[in-house]
């Protein structure tokens, strides 16, 4: 080889060299990002909300009169039948043991009383007497009238004189109960206690079971002194049950009548439950931050038999995922994809190893997924989380994870 053949192959791969140095200084690494195809499928907006089971009849149980309860004659969690199981026994208040200043005072009412009676006694005789006198009169004149010794005015006279006696003996008949019922009070007022339970049998009220279930609590477990109207115990079917979810009121108007949830977080499977009614008033709540909130109750029917719900009872926390919208066939993008372009969204998708800025347009969301109105196809792949490395029509690399 002569000395001008070296010199060009020696030429050559100087250039080679250089352009070599030259494609690595500007060649620019592809940026590892997570790719989501896209797909076509079913979609759902929620609401999630905490929830408390309720039995929808309760049953509270109160003394029907004022006296003693005795000790609860049933349990929580005893069945009951309505109308034969005995659920509580009140025994009638007796009478209050008398200090010395009111025994005295009461024995005094008795003796006022007694002498009213005798009174009475004697004015019920007197008008007896009078009564008897005046009918005397009355039939004479009659007579003498019938044979015509006497003018009709005098039988007048003494008919008049009879219907005066026949109502002052009534009066006095009247002043007689009166005086009666005043000494049996005053006698009542000096009973003693022990008296006045003495030899009855049939002292005590028998309180049944309203309805049919399970006792849910018993208020009044020992004896205990009570008024009428005291609450002794509750009882409701642990089959017929509903759920009360706490909603915040802009969130309870979205849901449509007759909305499905999914009933989580009790223990046991999920179950389905059906919206009933949005209590027609909110109220003022604070939240954990201290931030005031418009809540209201939303009432739930559960759908799934009591069969799937073993064990769940009254006053059970739930949490529910309440459908406020859903379709079957959408193209959902993950919103982690998603990102502001202007007044309107965009994403990044790769085609053929470069990021292509595509602005699309969306419709329903959630926390997880957006609806594709327009801009995309199923089967494009989309960047998650793109970074700031990531522009359009730089080259990317799916991100590979290694275990």
Not at 130 to 153: I, K, P, W
Not at 321 to 333: K, N
Request: with cysteine.
């Amino acid at each position: 080889m002569n000395l001008s053949m070296r010199l060009i192959v020696s030429l050559g791969l100087l250039a080679a060299v250089v352009g070599g140095l030259f494609y690595v200084s500007i060649r620019v690494e592809p940026v590892a990002v997570d790719i989501h195809t896209l797909a076509r499928g079913p979609m759902q907006i929620t609401v999630n909300a905490d929830g408390k089971t309720e039995i929808r009849e309760v049953y509270e149980v109160a003394a029907p009169i004022s006296g003693t309860a005795q000790r609860a004659p049933v349990h929580v969690g005893d069945r009951v039948v309505g109308g034969e199981t005995v659920v509580a026994i009140v025994e009638p208040a007796a009478p209050a043991l008398l200090d010395t200043r009111t025994r005295i005072q009461a024995e005094a009412a008795l003796r006022e009383a007694e002498g009213a009676l005798h009174v009475a006694e004697s004015d019920v005789t007197k008008a007896g007497e009078d009564m008897t006198y005046a009918r005397t009169q009355f039939e004479r004149a009659e007579r003498l009238v019938n044979t015509g010794a006497a003018s009709l005015t005098r039988l007048e006279d003494a008919e008049q004189r009879l219907n005066i006696a026949l109502a002052a003996q009534a009066s006095a008949q009247s002043r007689l109960e009166m005086a009666q019922g005043s000494v049996d009070r005053a006698r009542a007022a000096l009973i003693d206690p022990a008296e006045a339970t003495a030899g009855d049998d049939t002292c005590c009220v028998q309180v049944l079971a309203p309805a049919d279930g399970v006792v849910l609590e018993v208020f009044l477990e020992s004896e205990l002194p009570v008024i009428a109207g005291t609450k002794l115990l509750s009882i409701g079917d642990a089959g017929d049950l509903q759920i009360i979810a706490d909603l915040l009121s802009s969130d309870a108007v979205r849901l449509p009548e007759g909305a499905l949830a999914e009933v989580d977080r009790w223990g046991g499977p999920v179950l389905e439950a059906r919206l009933r009614a949005v209590e027609p008033a909110a109220r003022t709540k604070l939240s954990a931050l201290g931030i005031e909130e418009q809540r209201v109750d939303a009432v739930f029917d559960l759908v799934s038999a009591p069969e799937a719900r073993p064990g769940l009872g009254h006053g059970f926390a739930v949490f529910l995922r309440i459908v406020e919208w859903q379709a079957e066939d959408v193209l959902p993008v993950p919103l982690s994809a998603v990102f502001r372009q202007g007044q309107g969204w965009a994403v990044y998708v790769d085609e053929g190893g470069f990021a292509s800025l595509r602005q699309v347009e969306l419709g329903k969301r959630n926390g997880r997924v957006a609806e594709v109105l327009d801009g995309l196809t199923a089967g494009e792949r989309v960047i998650e989380y793109p970074s700031d490395q990531v522009s359009d029509g730089s080259p990317v690399i799916e991100r590979t994870i290694t275990e």
